[in-house]
């Protein structure tokens, strides 16, 4: 993964609340093997009418929010399944950071593992993001994790929490995989002694 350390960008208002992760990432887009191409059906059933035409009351759909990399949402978002194409999807739309009061568990911690920065607020605060996306000539803010704060012009800046342990692989682009092999002479030592001890398990 890429280190991440600041999103600066357009912040783009859902104000939503209970975003599942089927809404986020339809099922018919879980039979796709690659991450690739999951931006088609983001917030599928939202972006368009029935008629398959872009919604364009939907705020996702406007202009001034197009190229968005920080989404800004109602509480409990990414509820429901498991399923890892929903942080996929936001991926492959260009967010690299989802702000709310409130994640789904699983979808929480499926963010860490693909480089997209989840930031918890109050709802205070959150309100005032959605008022700075909606309202501003600029809507651009950045999301500091070295710092733990979201900077937005004219606004004292925002201070949140990132656990340690997530921090620091986001910091240093680092997955679990690559987490393990940073300790791979010590995990071949240990096979060379535990094969000279035990060698009947090789045998």
């Known amino acids: 993964m890429q280190p991440l350390r600041t999103v600066t960008g357009i912040s783009a208002p859902l104000r939503l609340i209970n975003i599942d992760t089927d809404m986020i990432s339809p099922k018919q887009y879980l039979k796709k093997v690659s991450r690739e191409g999951l931006a088609e059906g983001f917030m599928l059933e939202r972006r368009f009418d029935k008629n398959g035409r872009p919604d364009p009351e939907f705020s996702l759909n406007q202009p001034r929010y197009q190229g968005a990399s920080v989404l800004i949402a109602g509480d409990n978002f990414g509820c429901g399944s498991s399923r890892e194409q929903a942080p996929w999807a936001l991926l492959d739309a260009g967010y690299r950071c ?4 409130s994640f789904g568990d699983i979808f929480h911690n499926n963010c860490f593992k693909n480089a997209l920065l989840p930031v918890r607020v109050t709802p205070e605060q959150l309100e005032l993001l959605f008022t700075h996306a909606e309202t501003a ?4 803010l950045t999301i500091d994790l070295e710092a733990q704060e979201i900077r937005l012009a004219g606004h004292p800046a925002i201070s949140f929490t990132v656990d340690a342990y997530q921090r ?5 682009g680092l997955d679990e995989v690559s987490l393990t ?10 096979e060379i002694r535990r094969r000279a001890a035990c060698p009947w398990i090789f045998a």
Do not use: W
Not at 181 to 190: K, M, T
């Open 181 to 190: 092999e940073q300790r791979s002479a010590l995990i071949d030592n240990f």
């Open 168 to 172: 620091r692989l986001l910091l240093q």
């Open 98 to 101: 989802v702000i709310s009061t």
């Open 137 to 140: 000539a600029d809507p651009r």
